[in-house]
């Protein structure tokens, strides 16, 4: 059985930093691409960061240059570090990743979500 658990998160007010992480534990060979997504209050879940398996990210543009995005491959980690934050990024986070269950067979699966509040 495979789980994401997440950590991190809080209230922080306009400006200030959070990190979040996401774990993953079970049986599993690794993490393939690995992504944040945020849910603001009644409003879609957004795509917010991705980390491909050789490092390489990408982002919205509404957080470049504020968040990063890394892991740590050997302890099955990913990270989100938001600085600059504002109000509007306000949302619950989930991490999402690709999990390589053998040579031929991977599957999504989703962290709990974490709530991140920005207050002005």
């Known amino acids: 059985q495979v789980q994401l658990v997440q950590s991190g998160g809080g209230l922080v007010q306009a400006g200030g930093s959070l990190s979040l992480s996401c774990a993953a534990s079970g049986t599993f060979r690794s993490m393939n691409t690995v992504k944040w997504y945020r849910q603001a209050p009644g409003k879609q879940r957004e795509w917010v960061a991705t980390?491909?398996?050789?490092?390489?990210?990408n982002y919205v543009d509404s957080v470049k240059g504020r968040f990063t995005i890394s892991r740590d491959n050997a302890k099955n980690m990913v990270y989100l570090q938001m600085n600059g934050l504002k109000p509007e990024d306000t949302a619950i986070y989930y991490c999402?990743?690709?999990?390589?269950?053998?040579?031929?067979?991977?599957?999504?699966?989703w962290g709990q979500g974490t709530q991140v509040t920005v207050s002005s």
């Open positions: 999402n990743a690709e999990i390589n269950l053998s040579v031929n067979f991977r599957y999504p699966y």
């Open positions: 980390v491909a398996s050789d490092g390489n990210t």
